[in-house]
């Protein structure tokens, strides 16, 4: 079962009709209002409400939040913003102590590390949220 435990949730505008994203990762256009990224994109953080354009969006930038998942991933993957408001698993990461065999194909924008399971798309899962790039 998904839960949350809030860390810092803020409260920006939405930019566009979020009423059916509540716990997609978002991004912040160039007014400064909350959006839906594009995969892989940098995000801010989740969205814990069900705003229309206009209104407030309660955003969590740390903590556990729920999200929904694209497809299967694994206790302890990190997670990135994938398409329609869900997330995916990342890629293999890059080993910077020593040469990888599985080098990532492009940059990383990690939002935070799967703290349940998922074994199909649309399901919730727990995310502890840690954003980074590498």
Request: glycine fraction near 10%.
């Amino acid at each position: 079962m998904a839960t949350k435990v809030p860390g810092l949730v803020v409260s920006f505008v939405a930019g566009a009709d979020l009423r059916n994203y509540q716990y997609a990762p978002v991004s912040l256009d160039s007014n400064g209002r909350v959006v839906l990224p594009s995969a892989n994109a940098r995000c801010i953080g989740i969205l814990q409400n069900k705003p229309n354009t206009g209104q407030a969006a309660s955003v969590m930038l740390y903590g556990i939040s729920k999200v929904v998942a694209n497809g299967p991933i694994s206790v302890g993957n990190p997670v990135v913003a994938a398409a329609n408001g869900q997330v995916a698993a990342a890629g293999a990461f890059h080993n910077h102590g020593a040469a990888s065999s599985n080098p990532p194909t492009a940059q990383q924008r990690i939002l935070g590390f799967a703290l349940t399971a998922a074994t199909a798309a649309g399901q919730v899962i727990e995310v502890l949220l840690a954003p980074f790039e590498f």
